[in-house]
């Protein structure tokens, strides 16, 4: 170990440590722009100065690049070095005065505006992008170029490079956003699509499935991530202290000696982009459901805020279609169960979100069976400006002034075809038991027409299936609410213990 003295603080760290990484454990916060803990220090950008006194000398140095010596004091902010900085954030201001990491970084040192001319480039010439792409990638795609005033960052001979692999490392690392791919390469990046999202933003090949899954660690994705796709990299190893990453761990199959089995497999979405007259994936303004969930959720891709794919406008006139796929002998002839239910909730929040919005529910039959669910419907008509009409809307047109949907539907309580135009349409897609036929095989249990788990008798044993030992709870049982999901969860679990307790 090695003790040293920064701002009258003794610190130990251990022999090789940076004198910037002794200053992090000791919780004192040093400005650096081109430093980045899975690179190699580069000691660019001239933030991170620090006087240090060692051997009866003091010096002014990067702190990224000076080891930590034994007895050595440190300076962080001393008038002289505080001047120094505000002179190099004045010169990175000049060079790129529209960064905002550069503006946040001025503002924190006490310098509102440059004295020198402005250059407005975006590049900084920190230098992250070249390392991490030699570094971590192994590649070299990009480097420096031409000398002094002309330096800047491009593929060698300032050309497409033929070797680069759109893995995305650069735009990461880079703090001014100054990254332009296609300057770069002619391949085309492929985002990774956040499924907790439901495609509606990308996720990186590290994440956590969603909020509040158990367990709530991280995982890396071996199908996107650039170490098993052939490249170095190994960065994420760098910034995990507990060093739990192992990028040799791999799937394991575990065979389990059980009394019995409990399905809650749960459900999947439908796909309605079949349904060619509903325009989902064709017209901009027409949604899922479930992307309506994400878009009004505050862990969504909008951060709450309900905006229109077209023009990221925030609708006033919504317009939800029932029974998409569902009840449709072309597709799913059941109900769903929860639709109706979900888009009066729905429109309700749309209202809340923003008050005066419009909100129109078309539907075939409205099933709210459930305890006090006609009295939900009645305050969403009376509080909430939501209007109920019955009628199987039969296509969508688009309007090209305006991108808004038209609904062309048959109100069947007076029978007549109506056009209806909203900003933003919403369709209830249907849901479909997540089960398939390999597993029922696998289990040696049925499954009825509809892809649900088979109950030999529904009124007598309605959570076994045609296996003993084997239950079913929730949606791949039957359609149902959560409610009526965790109800028949307990029951699930009293007829395990019976069965269980039967064979003792």
Not at 76 to 97: H, Q, V
Not at 274 to 287: D, F, L, Q
Request: charged fraction near 30%; proline fraction near 5%; hydrophobic fraction near 35%.
């Amino acid at each position: 170990m090695v003790t040293l003295v920064i701002d009258g603080q003794e610190v130990q760290v251990e022999e090789g440590t940076t004198v910037l990484e002794a200053t992090k454990k000791a919780d004192i916060e040093i400005p650096t722009l081109c430093y980045h803990k899975a690179l190699t220090p580069y000691g660019a950008c001239r933030l991170c100065v620090v006087e240090i006194t060692s051997g009866g000398r003091t010096v002014t140095q990067a702190s990224c690049l000076r080891k930590a010596e034994e007895g050595m004091e440190v300076r962080t902010n001393s008038e002289r070095i505080i001047r120094g900085r505000k002179l190099m954030i004045e010169l990175l201001l000049a060079r790129c005065p529209k960064s905002k990491e550069i503006q946040e970084l001025a503002e924190e040192l006490g310098v509102k505006e440059t004295r020198l001319k402005k250059k407005n480039e975006d590049c900084m010439l920190c230098g992250l992008c070249v390392r991490v792409c030699h570094e971590r990638m192994g590649v070299g795609a990009i480097s420096f170029v031409n000398r002094g005033s002309r330096r800047e960052v491009k593929p060698p001979f300032e050309t497409y490079s033929e070797v680069c692999r759109t893995c995305g490392a650069c735009i990461t690392v880079c703090p001014n956003d100054a990254i332009k791919i296609e300057e770069v390469t002619r391949n085309k990046p492929i985002p990774i699509p956040s499924e907790f999202n439901v495609g509606l933003e990308p996720r990186h090949p590290i994440y956590i499935a969603f909020p509040q899954a158990i367990p709530n660690v991280p995982v890396i994705d071996a199908d996107s991530c650039a170490h098993f796709i052939g490249e170095e990299c190994k960065a994420c190893e760098e910034f995990c202290e507990p060093k739990a990453i192992n990028y040799d761990m791999k799937e394991e199959r575990l065979d389990l000696n059980v009394g019995a089995i409990i399905l809650a497999t749960g459900l999947d979405l439908y796909d309605v982009s079949g349904i060619t007259e509903y325009g989902y994936g064709r017209i901009k303004n027409v949604i899922t459901a479930m992307e309506y969930e994400r878009l009004t959720a505050a862990s969504g891709p909008t951060m709450g805020e309900l905006k229109r794919p077209s023009d990221d406008r925030i609708p006033e006139n919504i317009a939800f279609i029932q029974c998409v796929g569902s009840r449709d002998l072309r597709n799913k002839a059941y109900c769903s169960s929860v639709c109706c239910m979900h888009a009066t909730k729905e429109a309700m929040l749309a209202f809340e979100h923003h008050p005066g919005t419009k909100s129109t529910i078309f539907y075939m039959d409205m099933r709210a069976v459930g305890k006090r669910f006609q009295e939900y419907i009645a305050r969403a008509k009376k509080e909430y400006n939501v209007t109920y009409i019955r009628g199987r809307p039969g296509r969508i047109e688009v309007n090209s002034e305006n991108d808004n949907p038209i609904i062309w539907y048959e109100e069947t309580t007076a029978g007549e075809i109506k056009r209806f135009e909203a900003e933003l349409v919403v369709l209830a897609q249907a849901m479909t038991p997540r089960i398939t036929e390999e597993l029922a095989e696998i289990l040696g249990i049925e499954l009825d027409e509809n892809g649900f788990v088979k109950t030999p008798d529904k009124l007598l044993q309605p959570l076994d299936t045609t296996k003993s030992g084997i239950f079913a709870c929730g949606y791949v049982h039957s359609p149902r609410d959560i409610p009526d999901s965790v109800t028949q969860a307990s029951g699930a679990a009293g007829r395990t213990a019976e069965a269980i307790a039967g064979d003792k």
